[in-house]
């Protein structure tokens, strides 16, 4: 069981909106602003979209952002393409000691 | 650009010691960040197995603990995993990242090794 929990699967149209959930506690995710969100494609790495809750790497598409309120981070996908299909993953820093701890990961479907 | 690559066996046998190096190549292992190993189960998420810094300083996952030890090679720029006893639970494609701290996030990868555990 992961530490971070996310929703199993999440889908949308081309042109769409999304926003995958990530909750934690108060020990990660509602503690730190050290949220970070990766992308990973079937067979591939992941891939870095978001750190420090809202930041963008550079070359990354600005259709994505992040926020969090309390003990949830989200990860939100604008002008959905069929290329962000694939699974989403959260990822904190933990005063526990597990210092870094990964949601369950989120399927994203573009329909 | 910082670029990562895991070597080692594919094929591990149950009871025996799994051993990974990670070779970097764009940036010196030695003057500064993190270098963690990550892992995935087949079709399973990801989970974070231990970070070093400057060889000396590594946290590891609470609950590898006993069986884990992260090194690195300054000189060949390399980072290595050792895990021992392994069982079938530990068969996944495992990931070597840079790290900023012992805080997310990774970036970048290493394009990930499967070890398989099996007689």
């Known amino acids: 069981q992961s530490a971070l929990t996310q929703p199993a699967s999440v889908s949308g149209s081309p042109g769409q909106s999304i926003t995958i959930s990530c909750t934690g506690t108060s020990s990660d995710v509602g503690g730190y602003n050290y949220v970070s969100w990766y992308q990973q494609h079937p067979g591939k790495a992941p891939k870095l979209m978001i750190y420090?809750?809202?930041i963008r790497p550079s070359g990354v598409s600005n259709r994505f952002s992040g926020s969090k309120s309390g003990n949830t981070a989200s990860l939100t996908i604008s002008g959905l393409q069929a290329e962000d299909e694939a699974d989403y993953y959260c990822s904190s820093y933990s005063s526990s000691s597990t210092l870094v701890v990964f949601g369950g990961g989120t399927k994203l479907t573009v329909l | 650009q910082v670029q990562l690559q895991e070597s080692g066996p594919g094929l591990v046998k149950p009871s025996e010691t799994l051993s990974l190096t990670c070779a970097v190549s764009g940036y010196s292992i030695s003057r500064d960040y993190y270098w963690g190993w990550i892992r995935q189960p087949p079709g399973k998420g990801l989970e974070w197995i231990g970070s070093?810094?400057?060889?000396?300083?590594?946290y590891y996952n609470p609950s590898l603990k006993s069986r884990v030890t992260i090194s690195v090679d300054t000189s060949k720029n390399r980072f290595s995993l050792k895990l021992t006893s392994v069982t079938a639970a530990d068969m996944a494609v495992y990931y070597c990242?840079?790290?900023?701290?012992?805080?997310?996030?990774?970036?970048?990868w290493g394009q990930g090794t499967l070890v398989t555990v099996s007689s």
């Open positions: 990242a840079r790290a900023r701290g012992p805080p997310p996030p990774f970036d970048p």
């Open positions: 070093i810094y400057h060889s000396e300083t590594t």
């Open positions: 420090d809750v809202s």
